[in-house]
Every structure is written in structure tokens, then in C-alpha cells.
T-cell receptor
Framework: DTAVSQTPKYLVTQMGNDKSIKCEQN?????MYWYKQDSKKFLKIMFS???????INETVPNRFSPKSPDKAHLNLHINSLELGDSAVYFC????????????FGPGTRLTVL | DAKTTQPTSMDCAEGRAANLPCNHS???????VYWYRQIHSQGPQYIIH???NNETNEMASLIITEDRKSSTLILPHATLRDTAVYYC???????????FGKGTMLLVSP
């Protein structure tokens, strides 16, 4: 009965590969987010979707493409992986786009070799 | 969103109150103060938020100064499981996003 879940938890891959990270929330929330936490532990917003519609894109390279098949899912696909993409990626959700509280998933640690 | 300043780290003895300060001297009238924490290897967790008045919930209390330029998060009886990085975030209402800074690493010791 996990509220916000992500798969996989760990992802190790070679430079140049394409990979996806999946996120699902069972809270009935309208809004979902992707954050990136780099090696210096800074947590930065990447994308936000509201009811399957992209509402925030924080100048993320277009190698990153979020996809929301329905409002309970927000997947992150990354093309042509680079060393600098190594980080922990967190998915989050909130009841609405203007809601105070965001609920975060456990994170996916991506390592690009 | 207004910038916040927090101490890099703090220590607290188990069972004692942990008081985590945050400066937000450029806060605007419509900006709220939020606190999140991140326990090692987990996703951030919402703690509490407020606008002007002091707030309390089952996790913590938030004290905001009258001029709103600073606030303090209080964990009344810290436990070892409260060891985490605590983030003070100032965010306008509406559709703005959360901007995380460096936070304060709170270490609760036996």
C-alpha cells in the first residue's frame, strides 16, 4: 500500500544507453513531479504534470522525456545517457497543482558508467 | 521565491527538544514557510508549514517571528529516527514549486 512507488530502485547502465524510470501513486492526486538530487545533495525540480498535462519544465535537456499515460503514473525516459545524469531521481505527487504538501517516492539511484 | 539561510549542521541529545532556525529576511507577504526533512537514502517528507501564525502538528511545531523574517522548527522530544537533513523552504501560494536549499543536518545522539 505504498503511496508513491518508483521502479527500479537502482539502475546501473552504460553511457549512450536509453533507460526509463517508472513512478506510480495510489493517492488519487492530480499532480506529479520529477526531482533530481545530484552528488552534492541538491534537490531540483525537473518536471511537473497536472492531470497528464506538462505544467513545469525546468530547462531540462530534451534527452529527458516524461510521459504520463494517466494521472496516477509519470514515467521518465532518458535517451543517450551521460555521466552527468548519475543522480538519485525522486518522483512526488500532490493533490492539486496548488497544494501545499508533496509526497515523495523512495528514489531511483541511477549510475551511468 | 525568497531565499532561506539555515545552519549547516546541528546536534541534539535524544529526548531533548531540537530547535532548528531558518532565516528568510526577504520573504514576501504571500509566501509560506515550509519544512521538509530527508532521512538518509529516503525521499523528502513533509513536516509542517505556516504563513503568519505558529503551527503545531503531530510531528513538530513551527514558530514564525512577528516580522516573518525568521522561523524555528521545534521537534519537542527528538529521537534517533529524527536524524535527517531538514529543509526550510519559502514558497508562494498558487502554482509555484518547492526549491530545496542545502538544509540543516540534524544529528540526534543517545
Amino acid at each position: 500500500d505504498t503511496a508513491v512507488s518508483q521502479t527500479p530502485k537502482y539502475l546501473v547502465t552504460q553511457m549512450g544507453n536509453d533507460k526509463s524510470i517508472k513512478c506510480e501513486q495510489n493517492l488519487g492526486h492530480d499532480t506529479m513531479y520529477w526531482y533530481k538530487q545530484d552528488s552534492k545533495k541538491f534537490l531540483k525540480i525537473m518536471f511537473s504534470y497536472n492531470n497528464k498535462e506538462l505544467i513545469i519544465n525546468e530547462t531540462v535537456p530534451n534527452r529527458f522525456s516524461p510521459k504520463s499515460p494517466d494521472k496516477a503514473h509519470l514515467n521518465l525516459h532518458i535517451n543517450s545517457l551521460e555521466l552527468g545524469d548519475s543522480a538519485v531521481y525522486f518522483c512526488a505527487s500532490s493533490p492539486r497543482r496548488d497544494t501545499d504538501t508533496q509526497y515523495f517516492g523512495p528514489g531511483t539511484r541511477l549510475t551511468v558508467l | 521565491d525568497a531565499k532561506t539561510t539555515q545552519p549547516t549542521s546541528m546536534d541534539c541529545a535524544e529526548g531533548r527538544a531540537a530547535n532548528l532556525p531558518c532565516n528568510h529576511s526577504t520573504i514576501s507577504g504571500n509566501e509560506y514557510v515550509y519544512w521538509y526533512r530527508q532521512i538518509h537514502s529516503q525521499g523528502p517528507q513533509y513536516i509542517i508549514h505556516g504563513l503568519k501564525n505558529n503551527e503545531t502538528n503531530e510531528m513538530a511545531s513551527l514558530i514564525i517571528t512577528e516580522d516573518r523574517k525568521s522561523s524555528t522548527l521545534i521537534l519537542p522530544h527528538a529521537t534517533l529516527r529524527d536524524t535527517a537533513v531538514y529543509y526550510c523552504i519559502v514558497r508562494a501560494g498558487g502554482y509555484s514549486t518547492l526549491t530545496f536549499g542545502k538544509g540543516t543536518m540534524l544529528l540526534v545522539s543517545p
